[in-house]
């Protein structure tokens, strides 16, 4: 695909002012009127459309947009019932542009609007005053050709229906440059097969083509020494055509090639045309009525568009130093490959409209050195940020998102290869990063179950202040049919409600190497609901309680920090939470539970139906939570009640290797009954004091994009509980090494990390 970047968008004239939209598809260019006013009747056509010296208008089928409506000219119409005052001559093409004019020159009581639902229009109230309106609509397909319905005292002056959109077939060589492109027979040496009716530019390319029709012997030869742009020296002279492309080295028009030797040659078709990089002006003058209206546009090949608060929206052109002023005119002209440069400065939100390729991305981004200068700002008006809807292969990268109200931040659906790295993004009334396969809503309580996402990057960002009380505010949102996901190396804080939350029909996730603080209430959450959840695995990631959300002005205390649940009220038949691994985390200081696997039902409560199945829970270290007097660091409500056990919900559950402690005494573990079920496993899990180096160290943040942090220190020392606790097969993979990538040992100490102090 070629796209194009307007020098000119917008052309004002005496009586009539037009927008034209540009673009080019697999060689194709389709124009189409964006806005239009004229004055007066106001007939369309194209005049003139020019590319690289190339006069293109006789490639436009009906240039000159031929009148539809069979009277022009209805006059006065007086009826009390609906009448039909305007008719098409032909049934309008589904989706095609067309420009609807008319002029009233008289009105008493009357309405005025398009024709009913079976025609091609909706039935849409038009304007009634005196003058001359204009509308641009979309046909839709069908055999009602009834345009405009009256009921009351009209007159109108005319009645113009009118295509507004032409396609033009694009070349991708320029004008031929051979003065005599059959020179017939050649017979003398030397003798010149053609001169060239302007001299080449040295560095481009040529296409250099001619057909040998007849020999009887002799040659071809060119040479920048005998006054040829080029020096190929020999050229094909056997019969047949011949077709090459050759680099110009010096303006010499004095002849493409020459005859060498003795004999006779006859050859015919001689071409030399410029080849068309993708660099070259394009012109298109629009007529309406009397009214002529130039469009230059440029075309271009894959590569980078800049865009900058100082840029302009007129004469931009996306250079670096003609920048757009706004994204939504780079992305009018972006193709995939393309890069993106954000430069310093405040931008509204916009959507993402062209993806990439497996070779060529699309990434809207900052020059290096200005990383999240770049500012995307909501301004409190309600909706999103940056909307990736039904695209794909988009890279965001290192921007600032913030003030977005009603909606999330970054939004995505139904694409795949979508990457957001490096973004600051706070003050969000939603999510900061929504990640939805299609309607969450629509995907659980239907029967639908299908993967709609697949392979989605979200990495490095900073996240904070998702605020708004009561409203789902999951920082990281992922969600309805969803698969192949990496959420890594985020810092997740001072948030109302959750931080990583994946539910509602997620498969094949990695969540790791995360920061995750001052979330209200849940870290980390895994939520079926009435669809699944399955091979997800959860670790190396640190979560702890407190925090402060700055816009609401809350310290956020933090209740749980992983959380498991199907949250899945009703049927619940084909609820399913499988192959979970949650292993190497850092947990400490929640106010309730460092770890929470529980039914979470409502209206009605939780239903034992569904299936849990493949938890691992292992190698974690929980340290300090039950900060209400009233919790555990780790617990399993609802999982070994007796529906649950009676339905057979849960198989294969275990608790292996993990440290759960709490200085000054306490209960660590909630849910003892489980061990008493045969598909529960807790064993070699260490409740005593593990001696660790320094777990009560202050968190201690420095400023700064994702600053460095300093934790407390969870090695454990000589003469630990945990030293050695476990068996060869806790340790198997992908539980082999710890958080810090050390590969356990055999038997491997219990807790996130194998290492001691």
Not at 466 to 484: D, K, L, P, Q, T
Request: some cysteine; overall charge negative.
């Amino acid at each position: 695909m070629l796209s194009l970047g307007c020098d000119i968008g917008e052309v004002s004239a005496p009586r009539a002012r037009a927008v034209l939209n540009l673009r080019v598809t697999d060689g194709t260019l389709d124009l189409s009127i964006a806005e239009l006013v004229a004055h007066d009747k106001a007939p369309v056509s194209l005049s003139s459309v020019m590319y690289a010296g190339n006069d293109l208008l006789g490639s436009v089928i009906e240039p000159d947009s031929p009148e539809l409506v069979i009277d022009p000219n209805p006059g006065r119409v007086n009826k009390t019932w609906a009448y039909v005052a305007a008719t098409a001559s032909v049934g309008l093409v589904q989706d095609q542009l067309y420009v609807l004019q008319y002029e009233i020159v008289d009105t008493g009581p009357v309405s005025l609007f398009f024709t009913d639902s079976l025609g091609p229009w909706a039935s849409t109230n038009l304007n009634r005053n005196v003058g001359v309106h204009t509308y641009l609509l979309r046909g839709r397909a069908g055999t009602q050709t009834d345009i405009v319905r009256v009921q009351g005292d009209i007159t109108f002056g005319f009645v113009s229906l009118k295509r507004a959109e032409w396609s033009v077939a694009l070349p991708d060589r320029g004008p031929n440059l051979v003065a005599n492109p059959d020179p017939e027979t050649l017979a003398l040496p030397e003798q010149i097969a053609s001169p060239l009716l302007e001299e080449p530019e040295i560095g481009e390319d040529y296409e250099l083509s001619y057909t040998v029709e007849a020999i009887t012997s002799g040659g071809l030869f060119a040479n920048t020494t005998s006054g040829a742009p080029f020096n190929a020296t020999s050229l094909p002279a056997t019969v047949g055509t011949h077709t090459m492309t050759v680099t110009a080295e010096t303006p010499h028009a004095g002849a493409v090639m020459r005859m060498v030797g003795s004999g006779e040659m006859t050859v015919s078709n001689v071409s030399f045309r410029k080849v068309l990089k993708g660099n070259d002006a394009l012109t298109v003058t629009l007529m309406v009525g009397d009214t002529e209206l130039p469009f230059t546009v440029r075309t271009r090949a894959v590569g980078e568009l800049h865009v900058a608060p100082w840029g302009s929206a007129k004469t931009g052109t996306g250079a670096q130093s003609s920048p757009f002023k706004t994204v939504a005119q780079a992305m009018a002209v972006a193709q995939p490959g393309d890069t993106i440069y954000l430069r310093p400065g405040v931008y509204a939100p916009f959507n993402v409209t062209v993806g990439g390729t497996n070779d060529n991305r699309t990434t809207i981004t900052t020059l290096p050195g200005e990383e999240r200068q770049a500012i995307i700002d909501g301004d409190g008006v309600p909706g999103g940020g940056i909307s990736i809807y039904g695209v794909d292969h988009v890279d965001i990268l290192n921007l600032t998102i913030r003030n977005i109200t009603s909606q999330s931040a970054v939004q995505m659906g139904g694409g795949h290869h979508i990457r957001v790295e490096g973004c600051q993004i706070h003050t969000i009334d939603r999510s900061a990063i929504l990640c939805h396969g299609t309607n969450a809503v629509a995907y659980r309580d239907g029967p639908d179950s299908s993967i709609h996402m697949t392979n989605i990057l979200i990495k490095g960002n900073d996240c904070y202040d998702c605020y708004r009380v009561g409203a789902g505010n999951e920082v990281i949102s992922v969600a309805a049919g969803v698969s192949n996901i990496i959420i890594e190396d985020n810092d997740i804080h001072d948030s109302l409600q959750y931080g990583i939350d994946l539910k509602v029909g997620v498969q094949d996730a990695i969540v790791r190497r995360n920061r995750i603080w001052g979330v209200k209430e849940h870290g980390i959450y895994l939520d079926a609901a009435k669809k699944f959840l399955r091979r997800i695995q959860v670790y190396d990631n640190w979560v702890w309680g407190p925090g402060r959300n700055h816009v609401a002005n809350q310290p956020m205390l933090g209740l749980n920090g992983i959380a498991l649940a199907r949250e899945a009220e009703g049927d619940a038949s084909q609820s399913e939470l499988s192959d979970i691994n949650i292993y190497n985390n850092r947990v400490f200081g929640m106010l309730q539970q460092g770890i929470l696997a529980f039914g979470h039902g409502s209206n009605g409560g939780d239903q034992p139906d569904g299936s849990i199945s493949n938890i691992r829970i292992r190698f974690n270290t929980v340290y300090d939570c039950g900060k209400d007097g009233a919790r555990e660091e780790l617990r399993v409500a609802d999982w070994t009640s007796g529906a649950y056990e009676t339905n057979g919900i849960v198989t294969s559950f275990e608790v292996i290797g993990n440290i759960l402690y709490r200085p000054g005494g306490g209960t660590v573990f909630g849910a003892q009954a489980m061990i008493n079920n045969p598909e529960f496993t807790y064993e070699r899990n260490v409740t005593a004091d593990p001696l660790f180096a320094n777990p009560d160290r202050a968190v201690v943040i420095l400023d700064g994009f994702l600053p460095v942090i300093e934790l407390p220190d969870f090695s454990i020392g000589a003469g630990s509980p945990a030293l050695d606790t476990t068996i060869g097969s806790d340790a198997a993979a992908p539980f082999d090494k710890d958080a810090n990538g050390i590969t356990r040992g055999d038997p491997a100490n219990a807790g996130a990390l194998e290492s001691t102090s």
